[in-house]
Nanobody, 126 residues
Framework: QVQVVESGGGMVQAGGSLRLSCAGS????????MGWFRQAHGKEREFVAA?????????YYADSVKGRFTVSRDNAKKTFYLQMNSLKPEETAIYYC??????????????????WGQGTQVTVSS
């Protein structure tokens, strides 16, 4: 059974940093499309970043986080990371890790991902 579990959320002041982790189990993940999404209260889930394998790793970021967020993965640990710097209050949300196993193309559409974690709360205070 494929599972992913997020951790690392918390409360931070504006301009601060957090590192989210997504620990996977049930499959290898090394060639899967891995993504991060977030959902603020009362808003739709939005794409943050994704990393695909196409012979090498390629990362795609939402414009709003480019230059501040970085994704990476440790295949030996089956863990996917999201380093978030210079956080803004409007980025307060539940952050979700997602896995797409049906294809390797980058997707910013949450419904393309089959497996999801339970989410981790990130709160950025002003």
């Amino acid at each position: 059974q494929v599972q992913v579990v997020e951790s690392g959320g918390g409360m931070v002041q504006a301009g601060g940093s957090l590192r989210l982790s997504c620990a996977g189990s049930g499959r290898t993940f090394s060639t899967d499309l891995m993504g991060w999404f977030r959902q603020a209260h009362g808003k739709e889930r939005e794409f943050v970043a994704a990393q695909q394998w196409n012979g090498h790793y390629t990362v795609y970021y939402a414009d709003s986080v480019k230059g501040r967020f970085t994704v990476s993965r440790d295949n030996a640990k089956k863990t996917f990371y999201l380093q978030m710097n210079s956080l803004k209050p409007e980025e307060t949300a539940i952050y979700y890790c997602a896995v797409r196993t049906s294809g390797r193309a980058i997707s910013t559409t949450w419904s393309d991902y089959e497996y999801w974690g339970q989410g981790t709360q990130v709160t950025v205070s002003s």
